[in-house]
């Protein structure tokens, strides 16, 4: 008999209000934000998916209480690129547009759906998904994202932050900048450096802030620094192009890719021999399905696997490919309660590596008290 879906609940996380908000260079990031969805099959089996949103999940929401979920009941989870086809391609067909179901939104559902189908996937074969995926090992390499400006944050209030997270035994420190002059930025810059010392890794994250100019600049007065890569470095409106033209100018390794939409997008960076370093996120556009394919397309150009958000679950993609290189973690419970809390097994992070947990699927299991406590039920 075919396994198909039978249920499909769905809820909203949200992290408590942030009485001082974590902000980068032209954006405050919320403490949580995501779309949690659990489906269940004819088996009996459950896996979940995740949607991350920085702006406002409404149109997410919407799109769910408008009866998307019509479309999954009767499906088979074991088809994971029938399913996220069937659900993308409505971005270009007059039902959205009827139904009132936003691109992005859409772009999101289609990721989480596709996380929970292939979770549902590796349980019911009964082994990880970094194994289904590929299995090249069974640890990554992680860094912590610190440094946020914060209202009246000084650099000794940073020298402080950085100090408590290297006697954590972290050993990737990335650093917000492109919120203040370059100057004072390289002022920061220089405190984590001379915090973490020489032998640590330093990433350093501009999100997209900075022009052509000062970027080219940037990466002249980072050189003393050694940063591992530069994220993320130019304004959005033509950084594919000048991306590359930066990388003309810097032996800095360039990091992109969370802001893309598609896994087009990426592979446009890709052809352009834009970046070293590709930072797609499965549960922002493309879950695995996708993700799969951005991983083997950067093996095969050369460029590093190093995606945005969710450590635990991206993980499982990192540690299938040898292009994997790094997953996000964010090790501050008041910056992200979720990746503290909402797992009753998180696997573990020490001096510097993520172990991937043995169980199948995911390898998460999901705390009930986490779900009732950030969790707002939406169907």
Known sequence: MTTTITDVDVFILRGPKDERPHWVSN?????????????????????????????????????????????????????????????????????????????????????????????????????????????????????????????????????????????????????????????????????????????LELM??????????????????LIPLRPRWLEEPLRWADDRRELKLLSQRTQIPLSAGESELTSYGCRSMLEEHAIQILQFDVTMFGGFTEGRKMAALCELNHVEVTPHHDCFIHAQLVASTPAGAYVEAFTNPERDPLQAELYENPPKLADGWLTLNDAPGLGLTLSEDAVSKFGERVL
């Open 27 to 199: 954006f405050t990031v919320p403490t949580a934000n995501e779309i949690l969805l659990r489906v269940r099959t004819s088996d009996g089996v459950e896996g979940f998916g995740l949607a991350t949103s920085y702006t406002d999940a409404t149109p997410i929401l919407n799109v769910f209480k408008s009866g998307i979920t019509e479309r999954l009941i009767g499906a088979n989870p074991l088809a994971p690129e029938r399913i996220y086809e069937d659900l993308f391609s409505l971005t270009s067909k007059r039902l959205a547009h009827e139904k009132g179901w936003g691109r992005e939104a859409l772009i999101r559902i289609s990721a989480a759906v596709d996380v929970a189908c292939w979770d549902i996937i590796g349980k019911m074969a009964g082994i990880p998904l970094y194994q289904l995926f590929g299995g090249y090992r069974d640890q990554v390499p992680y860094y912590v994202t610190c440094a946020y400006y914060r209202d009246g944050k000084d650099l000794a209030e940073l020298r402080d932050e950085i100090t408590e997270l290297k006697e954590q035994g972290h050993k990737g420190f990335k650093a917000k900048v492109g919120g203040m002059e370059l100057a004072q930025d390289m002022e920061r810059l220089e405190v984590v450096r001379d915090v973490i010392g020489d032998d």
């Open 204 to 221: 350093v994250d501009v999100n997209r802030a900075w022009d052509l100019e000062t970027a080219t600049q940037a990466a002249e007065a």
